[in-house]
């Protein structure tokens, strides 16, 4: 599958979507604008690739829609170099533009079927992870702890406590909390014990789930 022209005028007009949204940070428009997001969908969805909407991949799970993915990206404030942990590999979308942004990120993936799949596909159309793992996302990466930011890409009904301890002292989590329709929440830890609460409105999230280890 190439990616064509067609595909990068479609890409820009769906960077200027989410401009008239309130997307702002030009790294995160710069990596939506790069990053060909219909590479990481089946082929039957290729006409919706650059839709800002959602789409079914593998295990029943989703892409997100680029715009929750820009707003997620934008919340954490990554910077080149920053140690970041991701919460739900998925099909690698969110993955790429992380590394887009300059993240060195480990992330984690519940989902034998997408880890197998996206641990293969991300290095095959040039994005590498520092680490991906298959593994429960509750749990966090403590070896690797702590991290600048921390992203969850699934919608989770409490906020596990292992992922803000994994914090380093002003890092930040991103995670969308609540059961059928979620809150984006972020955490910034200010110290040992201490944490800044900001909520960002309703979206909406396939379940992040647990005890798969």
Do not use: C, W
């Not at 590479?39 to 969805?45: I, K, N, R, Y």
Request: charged share 25%.
């Amino acid at each position: 599958m190439k990616d064509t022209f067609r595909h990068k005028g479609l890409r820009q007009q769906l960077v200027n979507v989410l401009i008239d949204k309130g997307i702002k940070q030009p790294g995160v428009l710069k990596a939506i604008g790069k990053i060909p997001r219909h590479l990481f969908m089946d082929s039957g969805f290729l006409d919706h690739a650059y839709v800002d909407k959602a789409f079914p991949i593998a295990a029943d799970q989703t892409i997100s829609q680029p715009y929750t993915v820009a707003f997620q990206s934008e919340l954490l404030q990554v910077q080149p170099g920053d140690k970041v942990l991701e919460i739900g590999t998925g099909s690698g979308y969110q993955t790429a533009v992380l590394i887009e942004l300059g993240a060195k990120v480990y992330s984690i993936e519940r989902q034998q079927e997408l880890f197998k799949k996206t641990s293969k596909f991300l290095p095959q159309i040039g994005y590498r992870a520092k680490s991906l793992i298959f593994g429960d996302g509750y749990k966090g990466l403590p070896d690797e702890a702590p991290f600048d930011s921390i992203i969850v890409t699934a919608g989770a009904p409490f906020v596990p406590k292992p992922l803000l301890s994994q914090l380093k002292v002003g890092g930040r989590l991103v995670i969308p909390v609540g059961v059928d329709v979620q809150t984006m929440t972020l955490f910034i830890r200010k110290g040992t014990k201490e944490f800044e609460q900001h909520e960002f409105g309703e979206f909406r999230f396939v379940p992040l789930l647990e005890n798969k280890n």
